[in-house]
């Protein structure tokens, strides 16, 4: 029996998923005989996608269930402070659509893999396809499951957890059959459903905090009483915690460790999502320079206003169950934060907040897997499995490893295998992602910008990078003490002392670049397959500095606000 859910929930979702249907479906007709016959028609849509469709894309891929739940969650127990990862997020998008875009389409690269092959050797294009597969599937693919159908079971009552796991997927899979062409258009309907569905129940969220507390049904009045009820809720930077500081405090700055994440952490972290990453730079490899750089900034723009849809209804979820309304939170679990919130909504409502999630949910596992079975088919399959393959054979090769991939994710999610409830969403993404990220991103920008840079220096650097998060996060208080000129440790809820990640993440750079850099110094002064870097590659059109500006203005006044 569906819990909260009426006959006019029902229509509106089921609107949403046959105009998805079939828009995709009409997409996927009217270029098949492309799609089944292009690899790269099928993997990058090569040529096809607008700038307002590759903005779109990237922002419905990017928002997912741990966006909704996670960031939502983190929100209801840290505030505002989370938004760090949108805002900064909005204005690492700027650097890659000025710098590290006109490099790629400059040296026609439609793989993360394959710029690392040329720029490297096959070497450390193998090594990376490598850690990139088992980050997507492990970490971001489970994460999408599990907190997506958490989120949906919630609203449906708990009792069909695994039932919508597996619709979720394929619903997934169905869309990213079609190739990226039908991601990438599906999602600019996905991306209006989540931010016009998104942004009206942020409105109706904050009316009800106004109606409760007996000021009617007004947003202005329901946001000016979150400020003044928690206002704690609404600082951007934590301040490091003082001796005798309480667990709660304590768990924050581990989680958003104040200004020191401002100086590298949340740089490195963005910088390597935004721009070394196969599942967002893929939108944009297969078009030109101005319509790449446009559809980029326009995914920037729309990522300020982010927050606002996902983030804020966590502090409204806060400041209800903080006053005695939303009792089955029990004590304080966030990441059921979102589900609690939509349960306020009136009929039909429920249901276009069932469409949204489900819409940012099935838009990120699309553009996953798809990007899963980019890298797989492209860099691995074809180079060292069979270099004979025709390009039918290739897109089908792509369609297997989309199937195979959500039958691994969902093993593993099934029983929450990895602990992501445990963790927390949001955090168990960004955590393990960071792994990663130190070297991969040491290599991309060395790579890019520094001639001298050795092959040899880029798998040295992936490994050190690796070595040294999983130093840092596993091994350091326990070698090195908890407090040390490098970092301070703190207790975290479970008694155990535990480095900022952040930190972990910017001692783990600065490392890996430095040993590149030793390594690199034994080579030649200009590698041979360095890339030529030209000031004209850069220069910007009079619209893209409009734009660039006009999102400069708006996040320096949101940090001026609630610095």
């Not at 893999?113 to 492990?138: C, D, H, K, T």
């Not at 790449?292 to 502090?315: D, Q």
């Not at 407090?483 to 990640?501: C, D, K, M, S, V």
């Not at 500095?545 to 006044?557: C, E, G, T």
């Amino acid at each position: 029996m569906l819990k909260h859910i009426s006959t006019a929930d029902i229509l509106v979702f089921f609107f949403y998923f046959i105009i998805v249907s079939c828009y995709g479906y009409f997409i996927y007709r009217k270029k098949k005989s492309e799609t089944n016959n292009s690899s790269h028609s099928f993997f990058l849509a090569e040529g096809s996608l607008t700038w307002w469709a590759i903005g779109a894309s990237i922002i419905a891929s990017n928002i997912s269930a741990e966006q909704f739940i996670g960031m939502s969650g983190d929100g209801f127990f840290a505030g505002i402070a989370v938004a760090v990862y949108e805002w900064v997020g909005a204005a690492a998008l700027i650097i890659v659509a000025v710098f590290f875009m006109p490099v790629y389409i400059k040296n026609k690269i439609f793989t993360m893999p394959q710029f690392l092959e040329n720029r490297y050797n096959s070497g450390v294009a193998l090594v990376m396809s490598i850690f990139w597969l088992l980050l997507y599937i492990f970490i971001n693919l489970t994460a999408i499951l599990y907190l997506g159908a958490l989120a949906i079971n919630g609203l449906l009552g708990g009792e069909y957890f695994h039932e919508i796991m597996i619709g979720l997927a394929i619903f997934g899979a169905i869309i990213a059959l079609g190739g990226m062409r039908v991601v990438g258009y599906t999602d600019v309907i996905q991306v209006g459903v989540l931010v016009v569905g998104g942004l009206a129940i942020t409105y109706l969220s904050l009316t009800i905090v106004s109606e409760k507390f007996g000021f009617g049904t007004n947003v202005l009045t329901g946001f000016n009483l979150l400020l003044k009820d928690a206002p704690d809720h609404f600082h951007l930077i934590f301040k490091k915690p003082a001796a005798g500081a309480s667990s709660e405090t304590i768990t924050k700055y581990l989680i958003l460790p104040g200004f020191a994440m401002y100086v590298s952490g949340q740089w490195i972290s963005n910088l390597n999502y935004w721009g070394c990453n196969q599942y967002i730079t893929q939108r944009a490899l297969g078009a030109n320079i101005t319509t790449a750089r446009t559809g980029i900034l326009f995914a920037s723009l729309l990522k300020i206003l982010m927050p606002v849809i996902v983030m804020l209804p966590g502090i409204v979820a806060f400041v209800l169950y903080k006053h005695g309304h939303l009792p089955q939170l029990g004590n304080g679990g966030k990441d059921g934060a979102y589900s609690a919130i939509l349960s306020f909504l009136p009929s039909g409502l429920k249901g276009l907040s069932l469409a949204v999630l489900t819409a940012a949910i099935v838009a990120s596992l699309a553009g996953k897997i798809n990007s899963i079975a980019t890298i797989f088919t492209l860099d691995i399959y074809k180079k060292y499995i069979s270099s004979e393959a025709t390009e039918r054979k290739m897109v089908w090769t792509g369609r297997a490893a989309i199937l195979f991939s959500l039958l691994i994710a969902v093993a593993f999610t099934w029983n929450d295998v990895l602990g992501i409830g445990s963790a927390g969403g949001y955090t168990f993404v960004q955590k393990y992602s960071s792994f990663v990220s130190p070297g991969v991103l040491a290599t991309f920008l060395l790579g890019m910008f520094w001639k001298r840079t050795t092959a040899e220096a880029a798998i040295i650097g992936i490994l050190v990078g690796f070595g040294a998060s999983v130093f840092f996060n596993e091994f350091a208080v326990t070698m090195l003490g908890h407090e040390t000129w490098l970092y301070t440790a703190f207790r975290n809820a479970a008694g155990e002392y535990e480095i900022p990640f952040f930190i972990s993440l910017s001692w783990s750079f600065l490392i890996t670049v430095i040993i590149m850099v030793a390594v690199s110094f034994a080579g030649p002064i200009v590698n041979a397959k360095a890339i030529t870097v030209e000031s004209s590659m850069f220069k910007l059109k009079p619209s893209s500095v409009i734009l660039i500006a006009v999102i400069l203005i708006l996040l320096s006044a949101i940090y001026i606000r609630f610095w």
